[in-house]
Antibody, heavy 121, light 112 residues
Framework: EVQLVESGGGVGQPGRSLRLSCAASGFIFDDYDMHWVRQAPGKGLEWVSGISWNSGRTGYADSVKGRFTISRDNAKNSLFLQMNSLRAEDTAFYYC??????????????WGQGALVTVSS | QSVLTQPPSVSGAPGQRVTISCAGSSSNIGAGYDVHWYQQLPGTAPKLLIYGNTNRPSWVPDRFSGSKSGTSASLAITGLQPDDEADYYCQSYDNSLSGSRVFGPGTKVIVL
């Protein structure tokens, strides 16, 4: 059974940093691209960032480019999102999502339960 | 403002058929990128419903179907059930935005 479990959410002050982690199990982690998708409370879904299976390719939404960094550790079946220079508008549930295939444009076939990040002083 | 456009809500009685449209442009759906659909039940994480325009994962009943034509896509739900009341999002890729996957704003399906 595929499982994605996010951790590291919480309250962060504007301008400070937080790091999210996602522990993956139930599939061959280094066979698949991985992504982060966020959802502000009561709002729609927003893709944040993605990383290819071998870390050779990354992508970021314009809203986080230059502030957030995605990475992965295939030996530990883990995905990360380093969030710097936090802003109030970064407040959201952050979902870890697995790509359906190695195609960079693939769907997200499994999602974690989400981690809430609240940016507030 | 979303690059993809969906109606805010659609409604239907149990057993009826409803459709949700997803309108894009020549830089996303019209450029040939696949459309995927997700269902989000209240208080839960999104779940994949349709991938690659028309394909259903094994856990999705055949009451759900997807289609794509030109710069638009559609999700149809037949035999509407109370448990289908949820938010539905279309998603694709847009080559005018750096590295960006794009989601529609979501459509609330209301079962009357």
């Amino acid at each position: 059974e595929v499982q994605l479990v996010e951790s590291g959410g919480g309250v962060g002050q504007p301008g400070r940093s937080l790091r999210l982690s996602c522990a993956a199990s139930g599939f061959i982690f280094d066979d698949y691209d991985m992504h982060w998708v966020r959802q502000a409370p009561g709002k729609g879904l927003e893709w944040v960032s993605g990383i290819s299976w071998n870390s050779g390719r990354t992508g970021y939404a314009d809203s986080v480019k230059g502030r957030f960094t995605i990475s992965r550790d295939n030996a530990k079946n883990s995905l990360f999102l380093q969030m710097n220079s936090l802003r109030a508008e970064d407040t959201a549930f952050y979902y870890c999502a697995k790509a359906g295939t190695k195609n960079w444009y693939a769907d997200f076939d499994y999602w974690g339960q989400g981690a809430l990040v609240t940016v507030s002083s | 403002q979303s690059v993809l456009t969906q109606p805010p809500s659609v409604s239907g009685a149990p057993g009826q058929r409803v459709t949700i449209s997803c309108a894009g442009s020549s830089s996303n759906i019209g450029a040939g990128y696949d459309v995927h659909w997700y269902q989000q039940l209240p208080g839960t994480a999104p779940k994949l419903l349709i991938y690659g325009n028309t394909n259903r994962p094994s856990w999705v009943p055949d009451r759900f179907s997807g289609s794509k034509s030109g710069t638009s896509a559609s999700l149809a739900i037949t035999g509407l059930q109370p448990d289908d009341e949820a938010d539905y999002y279309c998603q694709s890729y847009d080559n005018s935005l750096s590295g960006s996957r794009v989601f529609g704003p979501g459509t609330k399906v209301i079962v009357l």
